[in-house]
């Protein structure tokens, strides 16, 4: 994922802003994202669903395909029907990887705002990057912000769930908010100096788990892919708020493929913005497709 990031913001993948469709009985939506990068033997189609009241009917709330082609023929290679698992791992990996690119040198805990799937995977994943730190769920569900807690609960790193948001915030300084929310989780002026957030719920016009004035608080602001971002990302919004100028925003590849670590004062509140890039969805489908040939 990070050299997927790093070839992103290098200009290497031929990517088309991803074809979206939205749901509103019952709610859900569907994510078409293609591309290619420079010189890759493989070009990648990828179709990834979210309805959300799935889980109620017994289903999963997340499925999808990915289609690996041949960039010398066009000729489909694989056909992976993996159920969403490639998204949410190159989510997941993506996410990690943006956590640790600005974490804060001493982390208190990590927070997660969310009970679904990826604030699951996200309690999982960060630790390899981020070592092993208290943890924090809140949702807007209670007992399955619990529930979530007790699963990800380990003997090297205890994980609780909180019935306010602002508790979750004032104690952690690493913060993944993974909700498909319409409108802000929190104020601006809940978050604490310090704190660096990695938002990847807001995919889709429509969805927005920050709030505006957060970006204007902000040292830093990095994203996934810029056009795709002010498109319908959290950073989009708080620039056409006009609270954010997009020439602040920074390519997450290009501080990835910056030698040492970014610089970042101790009270400076920082801002990822991942909307998921179909870079992503190549570079897993490829490593994938490698293991199953092999």
Not at 95 to 100: D, E, F, K, P
Not at 220 to 234: I, K, R, S, T, W
Request: charged fraction near 20%; aromatic fraction near 6%.
């Amino acid at each position: 994922m990070r050299d997927a990031l790093v070839a992103q913001a290098d200009g290497r993948v031929q990517s088309p802003l991803p074809g979206q469709l939205q749901f509103r009985s019952p709610p859900g939506d569907c994510h078409i994202k293609y591309g290619h990068v420079a010189g890759s033997p493989n070009f990648v189609i990828k179709i990834a669903t979210g309805f959300y009241e799935n889980p109620s009917r017994g289903l999963a709330a997340s499925d999808g395909l990915v289609v690996v082609f041949d960039a010398a023929t066009g000729t489909p290679r694989v056909l992976f029907q993996d159920e969403g698992w490639l998204t949410a791992w190159r989510t997941a990996a993506a996410t990690a990887v943006a956590a640790q690119a600005l974490a804060p040198v001493k982390i208190t805990a990590i927070g997660v705002v969310g009970t679904g799937l990826q604030a699951e995977l996200a309690l999982e994943w960060l630790p390899l990057l981020l070592g092993e730190r208290p943890a924090y769920v809140w949702g807007r569900s209670l007992p399955k912000a619990r529930a979530l807690a007790a699963r990800a609960s380990g003997a090297a790193r205890p994980v609780a769930a909180l019935e306010d948001i602002g508790e979750l915030l004032a104690r952690c300084n690493v913060v993944v908010t993974a909700t498909p929310s319409a409108q802000p989780l929190f104020a601006a002026d809940a978050v604490r100096a310090g704190t660096h957030l990695v938002a990847i719920g807001a995919d889709s016009p429509g969805k927005q788990e920050l709030p505006e004035a957060l970006f204007a608080r902000a040292g830093q602001v990095v994203v996934d892919d810029l056009a795709q971002c002010l498109d319908h990302g959290d950073t989009g919004l708080a620039v056409r708020a006009g609270v954010l100028d997009a020439s602040r925003v920074v390519p997450l590849g290009r501080l990835l493929a910056a030698p040492g670590r970014p610089a970042r004062a101790e009270a400076e509140v920082t801002i990822a913005d991942l909307t998921g890039i179909a870079a992503e969805d190549i570079a897993i489908a490829g490593l994938f497709q490698e293991r199953l040939c092999a």
